[in-house]
């Protein structure tokens, strides 16, 4: 498959791009070179090469959730543009 003027423009429509007509041939010439790559790689020999899901099968080290007070409600409002007591206040954003 080649990447032609055509396929470019229906890719850009898709994007929400616009591309100016030098931009357009050098997308061209980007797009072939990259499925030039994928013809490379479908030539290798992947029988019985299990897919790779993860990087490593180490697992994850998550830390402990651990719930503390790292501020207080009257720091916080401190920054706040308009606040009542306990609470920021902000514009209604939903009719």
């Known amino acids: 498959m080649t990447i032609d003027e055509q396929t470019v423009d229906k890719i850009a ?21 990259i499925l030039g790559f994928m013809d490379k790689l479908n030539e290798v020999d992947t029988t019985g090469v299990e897919p790779l899901v993860y990087m490593t099968a180490e697992p994850n080290m998550l830390r402990e959730d651990v719930v503390k ?3 207080t409600t009257e720091e916080a409002l401190l920054n706040a543009p308009d606040h009542d007591k306990s609470h920021f206040l902000v514009a209604k954003v939903i009719k």
């Open 69 to 71: 007070q790292e501020i």
């Open 13 to 33: 429509h898709l994007a929400r791009l616009e591309l100016a007509p030098g931009e357009k041939q050098e997308m061209i010439k980007d797009m072939n070179k």
